[in-house]
């Protein structure tokens, strides 16, 4: 009985995202020049199974890009089209940072930032201070002390979110989703950077998720962490009617240490850390006071 020829899929009815990666592995195979069947046997994998890939006809598994990634000799990311992998320069400054330890990354992050005029990422002294933390930190009483101590305006962020949305941060994620929510903090915090020399900004907890908007963040300000035990986040967040988003979960407290885990990596970039789970808000501010005053110079 003869063999069925193989059904071959329009080019119109082809997925764009699986016909972009087969166009991948075909440039990433003739640069390593590696014919197919020598990339299917090092990726482990049929010859025709490789063939439908390059071709955008295969969907194929993780697993499976994996083993063609390896077999190419690149990453996953730049199989899968990574914007750090698009040419030879994002190429060249992958491989310079790859092994990097995070005091090399962050020099690096900051000389890319002045070298493009974005300013360097970490101001020694901008009377521009911003707190950031997960919410029930402090950052809104002790924000607000802060100021009214260093005679500068206090703007709550998520206020001015809902100033541009015209409605609340609740209502801004569930009928626009969290894109539209990041769009309007990013442009609630670049009209406070330009309305506000001086001031004391306390930001979304959320607000380090955005890499451009916290870049912005890290270059125009001095940022203060303030963090606290997992139990006084919960407790503090309760106290003040926030039932949102993790009160009704069984795991509410486990689900709030993994997004304080998630994120200390970023908050830790801020120049000044203050643990408000140490003492009583008054000695709190005291300290906070000093460290802003410090860094600042100006006087005690």
């Given at each position: 009985m003869a063999k069925a020829p193989p059904v071959l899929v329009p080019a119109a009815d082809k997925n764009p995202f699986l016909v972009s990666l087969g166009e991948r592995v075909r440039s990433l195979r003739a640069r390593r020049g590696m014919t197919r069947k020598a990339v299917a046997t090092a990726a482990d994998v049929s010859e025709r199974h490789l063939a439908n890939l390059e071709y955008g006809e295969g969907n194929a598994s993780i697993l499976v890009l994996l083993q063609v990634a390896g077999a190419l000799q690149c990453s996953l990311f730049e199989l899968l089209g990574d914007v750090t992998t698009n040419n030879p320069e994002w190429l060249l400054i992958r491989e310079l940072l790859e092994r990097a330890d995070e005091a090399t990354l962050r020099r690096a992050r900051i000389a890319i930032g002045e070298a493009l005029g974005t300013g360097g990422g970490t101001p020694h002294a901008n009377p521009r201070v911003a707190l950031v933390g997960l919410r029930g930190a402090g950052k809104s009483s002790l924000g607000q002390m802060l100021a009214d101590d260093l005679g500068f305006p206090f703007v709550e962020l998520s206020r001015e979110i809902e100033k541009f949305a015209g409605c609340s941060v609740n209502e801004i994620q569930n009928l626009y989703g969290m894109n539209a929510y990041r769009r309007y903090e990013r442009r609630?915090?670049?009209?406070?950077?330009?309305?506000?020399?001086?001031?004391?900004?306390?930001?979304?907890?959320?607000?380090?998720?955005?890499?451009?908007?916290?870049?912005?963040?890290?270059?125009?300000?001095?940022?203060?962490?303030?963090?606290?035990?997992?139990?006084?986040?919960?407790?503090?967040?309760?106290?003040?009617?926030?039932?949102?988003?993790?009160?009704?979960?069984?795991?509410?407290?486990?689900?709030?240490?993994?997004?304080?885990?998630?994120?200390?990596?970023?908050?830790?970039?801020?120049?000044?850390?203050?643990?408000?789970?140490?003492?009583?808000?008054?000695?709190?501010?005291?300290?906070?006071?000093?460290?802003?005053?410090?860094?600042?110079?100006l006087p005690a």
């Open positions: 609630a915090l670049e009209e406070a950077i330009q309305i506000y020399p001086e001031a004391v900004i306390a930001t979304p907890g959320g607000l380090v998720s955005d890499p451009a908007t916290f870049n912005q963040l890290l270059s125009h300000c001095t940022t203060v962490w303030l963090h606290a035990d997992p139990e006084d986040h919960m407790k503090r967040v309760l106290a003040q009617g926030d039932t949102r988003p993790m009160a009704h979960s069984k795991e509410a407290m486990e689900d709030l240490k993994s997004i304080l885990a998630g994120r200390a990596a970023f908050y830790s970039k801020a120049q000044l850390k203050l643990d408000t789970s140490a003492q009583p808000l008054e000695p709190t501010f005291q300290l906070l006071r000093g460290m802003v005053r410090e860094l600042l110079q």
